[in-house]
RNA sequence: CGGGAUAUAGUGUAAUGGUAGCACGAAUCCUUUGGGAGGAUUUAGUCCCAGUUCGAGUCUGGGUAUCCCGACCA
């Protein structure tokens, strides 16, 4: 993508009223825009990002079996009144209206109940058993109040995928199974050595549910953490009982902030029972479904991206995350050729590439914006690189600088689009 | 929801109750191109509604928005 042509700007200041370093990186380098508190749009860059971080969520669910699917936003009032949770005195966060008629609606905060009724259009036999369909959609919440940028917004993006099992057995090797794929989709951004596995309340079907909670100072949750074990708990059920049942010892556990960027949990019957969701065994008894819910934040994850990858010059983002992965910059018109030629053989190549060709912006000006944007892989075309019949190549994260020839340079980015583990310098 | 604070140009900031200024941005032109370059000329603002006052960005009341702390987060 040619730079000239993004229409999105990068500003030297934050606005004066974000706070979260996550929302005032993400602003100034042009990857979201603030609508109002709590409420924020994701411009070219930003969706390049949340794309990149749903396809990895995509791959990760599919390969346990998950089926995407696509959930409405709008809620019917009735569905809900099924559990309870119709009622403001349950749950007090949901945007609520009204049709032309009168009859009340609701915006999903959650699907368990449009999607419980759902499945008992398709779910009647042991044969239709196990289903594991999730969506990537928008939630919304009417939080009294919002905080940390994008990490927690009253309309946000939430990964829910909802597992349908035949008994505690099924059920229990699935919920393993999606712990197990959660591991893996936070360490492709690169969270996996400071996320944990992290027991929390578990509601009225398990003793506990299971969160990820990546260590950050910018983190709203308080969680005790094993280094050892790799485990942690969290404050609201962090009691010496708990500690027993896990068997952990205080002292081994430490205090840490974190970011809760994904939970899953066991839901028992509640919804199966509330909507009659039951099948027919193979003696053709009736069983209530067994339900998980497993959920994560693709939006929030982003803000824990940047949280943790980004230094005083702006975002540093993990290969995985990237918006492109390579940055390449022209400096001065005498190089637009050659630097054309550079642009136009990555693209060939099949390496993403955020081009800047702008004629009227300085070295200084296109070096701060590399820097702001975060791209991992910065490309130099200047009259000095030119000289040596070299490219120059600038790490991100390391800031190691190399100078390369052309072939050589498209032929090792080739393998790093393919495998972003491959260090280049 | 309880407590606290703030609101001036696209952004960031000044202005005893007395001519709304500066920087960045944007526009035009010229010179520039390895870390936000220089010059010239432009552009654009007091959150909303009342009140006090000869006069309100500034004082008073109400509203709205935003932020912070706490509570909440099924």
């Known amino acids: 993508m040619l730079q000239s042509g993004l229409f ?18 993400l602003i100034r380098a042009g990857f979201v825009h603030k609508e109002m508190a709590g409420v924020y749009s994701y411009l070219p860059l930003g969706l390049r990002v949340l794309n990149n971080i749903n396809e990895i969520i995509r791959k990760e669910m599919d390969a ?13 009032k009735s569905v809900w009144e099924k559990t309870n949770r119709w009622d403001d005195s349950v749950v007090d966060n ?18 368990e109940e449009p999607l419980t009724k759902l499945m008992r259009e ?75 596995v992290t027991f929390a309340s578990g509601g009225s079907f398990s003793k506990y549910s299971h969160e990820f909670q990546t260590v950050c100072e910018a983190g709203e949750d308080i969680i005790y953490v094993s280094e050892d074990k790799k485990i942690a708990v969290n404050k609201e059920v962090y009691d010496e009982k708990t500690l027993e049942d896990l068997g952990l010892k ?7 902030k974190a970011i809760e960027v994904g ?4 839901l028992g019957t509640k919804f199966s029972d509330a909507f009659n969701l039951d099948y027919t065994d193979e003696n053709g008894e009736k069983h209530p479904v067994i339900m998980g819910s497993y959920g994560i934040g693709p939006g929030r994850l982003m803000g824990a991206i940047v949280e943790i990858f980004s230094d005083e010059r702006g975002i540093v ?12 910059l022209s400096l001065g018109d005498s190089v637009s050729k050659t630097a054309d030629k550079v642009y136009n053989d990555l693209r060939e190549a099949g390496v993403e590439a955020l081009y800047d060709d702008r004629k009227d912006a300085t070295a200084g000006e296109k070096f701060a914006d590399a820097d702001l944007i975060g791209i991992p892989w910065r490309l130099v075309v200047s009259p000095k690189t030119i000289e040596q019949g070299k490219v120059e190549v600038k790490n ?20 790093l689009n393919v495998k972003p583990a491959v260090k280049l310098c």
Do not use: C
């Open 263 to 266: 939970n899953i949990f066991s």
């Open 396 to 415: 991100r994260r390391t800031g190691e600088i190399k100078m390369m020839e052309e072939k050589e340079l498209v032929k090792l980015l080739i393998t």
């Open 8 to 25: 999105t700007k990068t500003r030297r200041e934050a606005p004066k009223d974000e706070v979260a370093n996550n929302a005032k990186l």
């Open 64 to 76: 346990i079996g998950g089926q995407e699917l696509f959930l409405t936003a709008l809620q019917d």
């Open 317 to 328: 983002w993990p290969e995985a995350a990237a918006p492109f992965a390579v940055h390449l």
């Open 94 to 111: 949901w945007f609520k209206t009204k049709l032309k008629n009168g009859s009340e609606l609701g915006l999903g905060f959650t699907h």
């Open 122 to 196: 398709h779910i009647n036999s042991f044969r239709d058993l196990p289903a594991y369909p999730y969506q990537i959609q928008t939630k919304f919440r009417n939080e009294i109040r919002v905080k940390s940028g994008i990490m927690r917004g009253r309309e946000f993006l939430m990964k829910d995928l909802y597992s349908f099992s035949k008994n505690e057995e099924e059920h229990n090797s699935f919920y393993e199974k999606a712990k197990e794929a959660y591991g893996k989709i936070f360490s492709s951004v690169g969270l996996g050595d400071i996320t944990y």
């Open 250 to 256: 205080k002292e081994e556990l430490e205090e840490r």
